[in-house]
């Protein structure tokens, strides 16, 4: 009697299924890794680009209060070019999708601070000093669908 | 007779050596798009560390100077105050921004920059500067450099501005 034995010498279906299995998900892995290192390298682009707008924005208001201190009110504006002088026009402005601001505030000081010549500035109960803004200098952008901001704040007085 | 059949077959060996070169390939290709990334991340971490080094100098000498000049159609500046004077000039032959500082009493702005201003490893292409308000106490720099730089898998060249207030006032008065 003829024993017909199949011998089987390649791999299993399991065998086969693993291996691709282990394969893809590393190759998944590396993809997103790259994808990951190349976003990552366009956002900090971005935010180098970002920080050096905010630097000349709040630079730009320094300018504003130098040239004269009653040109300042309270209020949303953003720096412009006018009549060859920085001036701070209403509104928002976007460059290079990077939206920037600068919110101009009052601010308040401690009512009695003890025979001090200034009283520290609080941010609530005090008394409105008439030669002191804030100024928010703000940028704001996107950053793969999420919104990214950044703050710098500089105080503006009657005195330089 | 039997017929031993210990080796591989054609179809084996094509098929062995397609996967070997498709997978090669990606290895190479990935390995290459791996080291442009890092070429692009250091390319453009030199560029703003450059740019930040050169505005915070320029900053300094710009916010305590008396007398402000821009020479050579906005390529250069000239500053003055009662303890240093100091010139940048951008050398357009070997695309970088020098200086030269002089540190005593009544100065006068040097007439030659012969320091960099940035490494070497970056190339400045393009230097602006220009005055605003020059009358006023609100005067004003603005500064665009263009800087660019040069890696073996990437070379980029990005711009960069900033604006600088003087923080003396020319008359001496009150401004406001």
Redesign the interface.
């Known amino acids: 009697m003829n024993n017909l034995k199949f011998k089987s010498s390649g791999f299993t279906l399991v065998e086969v299924l693993v291996a691709i299995t282990l394969f893809v998900t590393l190759i998944a892995g590396l993809i997103g890794l790259t994808q990951l290192s190349v976003k990552s390298t366009a956002a900090s682009k971005f935010r180098v680009q970002a920080k050096n707008i905010l630097q000349q924005t709040i630079e730009t208001v320094m300018a504003v209060r130098a040239s004269n201190f009653s040109n300042l009110n309270e209020g949303i504006f953003h720096p412009e070019i006018v009549s060859d002088k920085w001036s701070l026009v209403s509104g928002t402005e976007t460059i290079d999708s990077i939206e920037r601001w600068v919110e101009i505030s009052r601010v308040q000081r401690e009512i009695s601070c003890g025979g001090e010549r200034v009283c520290l500035v609080v941010d609530s109960g005090g008394v409105v000093d008439p030669v002191t803004f804030k100024a928010k200098a703000v940028v704001s952008w996107q950053e793969n669908g999420q919104d990214q901001q950044e703050e710098l704040e500089s105080f503006l007085t009657f005195w330089r | 007779m039997k017929k031993s059949k210990t080796g591989f077959t054609l179809i084996e060996i094509v098929v062995s050596f397609a996967a070997i070169i498709v997978l090669a390939i990606?290895a190479t290709n990935?390995l290459f798009?791996?080291l442009t990334?890092r070429d692009?991340?250091l390319a453009?971490?030199m560029l703003?560390e450059q740019?930040e080094t050169a505005f915070s100098i320029i900053a300094n000498t710009i916010r305590s100077a008396q007398q402000i000049n821009i020479i050579d159609g906005g390529q250069g500046l000239e500053t003055t105050n009662p303890e240093e004077c100091w010139l940048f000039k951008w050398d357009n032959s070997s695309q970088q921004l020098k200086f030269n500082q002089i540190t005593s009493s009544s100065c006068s702005p040097p007439s030659e920059a012969n320091q960099l201003l940035t490494s070497q490893l970056v190339n400045i292409t393009q230097v602006d500067f220009d005055l605003?308000?020059?009358d006023?106490?609100?005067r004003?720099v603005s500064m665009t450099l263009d800087l660019q730089v040069y890696r073996p898998l990437w070379n980029t060249t990005?711009q960069?501005?900033?604006?600088?207030?003087n923080?003396i006032?020319v008359s001496g008065g009150d401004?406001?």
């Not at chain 2, 960069?160 to 207030?165: A, E, G, M, N």
């Open positions: 990606a990935f798009s791996t990334q692009q991340a453009e971490s703003s740019a605003l308000a020059v006023d106490s609100s004003t990005q960069f501005s900033q604006v600088f207030v923080l006032d401004d406001d």
